[in-house]
């Protein structure tokens, strides 16, 4: 939770530095108003919530989101609520007027550096230029279901994702066919925005792309540790690298949105 809170503000910031960024009781805010739902987002905060507790702060979450003009995502950590709050979740999520999107898993590890990666078919390119960067945006909108100007909004112009961020694209010749960042973030490597085209699934792509932007986020920082947030589609990957998983999350969205 710490660690979304903290890249998330970055990426928001960098997309709209008058951007909604809060910390308010139990309850971050992050929230570009932008048309890449991802950086629209809010995240339940305390340790230990209860089910009454848990159920106020998801309708707080839910008015704030019913206040923006485009749509993002509730993400909630199943290890910060007590047992009764975590049973009742969904059905309290329900009552506030949230659906659950979809689910995924926190995942850590202690596991750099590694070796340096290889892909028979890929070669890798560090994301520097608008071409790059509208490539892997590309891929995250084909591999998320998005219309490709959605995942456009969320990174074109950006000067922190070809500086701050070790992001790179896994190219089959002139065709980019997955991608993978790392960044710094509180003393963590956090891998952000993991995408493969659905086109060339199955291959490997993304473990190859992602080992590439550890290797590079590790040898720039000396970190060791790294962490990051898995959908359940990618989560048997990063075991394979490294990664254990630790806290289930999910994602809320307003019902209808």
Same mark, same amino acid.
């Given at each position: 939770?710490?660690?979304? $809170?903290? +890249?998330?503000?970055?990426?928001?910031?960098?997309?709209?530095?008058?951007?909604?960024?809060?910390?308010?009781?139990? #309850?971050?805010?992050?929230?570009?108003?932008?048309?890449?739902?991802?950086?629209?987002?809010?995240?339940?905060?305390?340790?230990?919530?209860?089910?009454?507790?848990?159920?106020?702060?998801?309708?707080?979450?839910?008015? #704030? /989101?019913?206040?923006?003009? *485009?749509?993002?995502?509730?993400?909630?950590?199943? =290890?910060?609520?007590? !047992?009764?709050?975590?049973?009742?979740?969904?059905?309290?999520?329900?009552?506030?007027?949230? +659906?659950?999107?979809? !689910?995924?898993?926190? /995942? $850590? &590890?202690?596991?750099?550096?590694?070796?340096?990666?290889? *892909?028979? =078919?890929?070669?890798?390119?560090?994301?520097?230029?608008?071409?790059?960067?509208?490539?892997?945006?590309?891929?995250?909108?084909?591999?998320?279901?998005?219309?490709?100007?959605? &995942?456009? =909004?969320?990174?074109? %112009?950006?000067?922190?994702?070809?500086?701050?961020? *070790?992001?790179?694209?896994?190219?089959?010749?002139?065709?980019?066919?997955?991608?993978? %960042?790392?960044?710094?973030?509180?003393?963590?490597?956090?891998?952000?925005?993991?995408?493969?085209?659905?086109?060339?699934?199955?291959?490997?792509?993304?473990?190859?792309?992602?080992?590439?932007?550890?290797?590079?986020?590790?040898? $720039?920082?000396?970190?060791?540790?790294?962490?990051? *947030? $898995?959908?359940?589609? &990618?989560?048997?990957?990063?075991?394979? #690298? %490294?990664?254990?998983?630790? !806290?289930?999350?999910?994602?809320?969205?307003?019902?209808? !949105?």
């Amino acid at each position: 939770m710490e660690q979304l $809170a903290t +890249v998330w503000r970055a990426m928001v910031l960098d997309r709209d530095p008058g951007a909604d960024v809060r910390d308010l009781p139990g #309850i971050a805010v992050r929230w570009a108003e932008c048309r890449f739902g991802f950086w629209n987002c809010v995240t339940l905060t305390e340790v230990g919530a209860d089910a009454g507790l848990m159920e106020k702060r998801l309708g707080q979450a839910a008015e #704030i /989101m019913r206040a923006k003009a *485009h749509a993002g995502f509730l993400w909630v950590f199943e =290890d910060l609520l007590d !047992s009764e709050a975590r049973a009742g979740l969904t059905e309290a999520a329900g009552r506030v007027g949230l +659906v659950r999107a979809f !689910s995924g898993t926190g /995942m $850590a &590890g202690d596991l750099l550096p590694i070796p340096a990666p290889a *892909h028979p =078919d890929l070669t890798f390119v560090r994301v520097s230029t608008d071409e790059h960067l509208r490539a892997y945006a590309d891929l995250n909108s084909r591999a998320y279901g998005m219309p490709l100007e959605d &995942g456009r =909004d969320g990174l074109a %112009g950006s000067g922190l994702w070809k500086t701050d961020v *070790h992001a790179y694209l896994g190219m089959r010749g002139d065709l980019p066919v997955t991608c993978a %960042g790392t960044v710094e973030a509180d003393g963590r490597l956090f891998v952000v925005l993991v995408a493969t085209d659905p086109r060339w699934e199955r291959r490997g792509y993304g473990e190859a792309v992602t080992r590439k932007a550890l290797y590079e986020g590790a040898r $720039a920082t000396g970190l060791t540790r790294a962490t990051l *947030h $898995a959908t359940a589609a &990618g989560a048997p990957v990063y075991p394979r #690298i %490294g990664f254990e998983p630790n !806290s289930p999350l999910h994602f809320f969205a307003l019902e209808g !949105s």
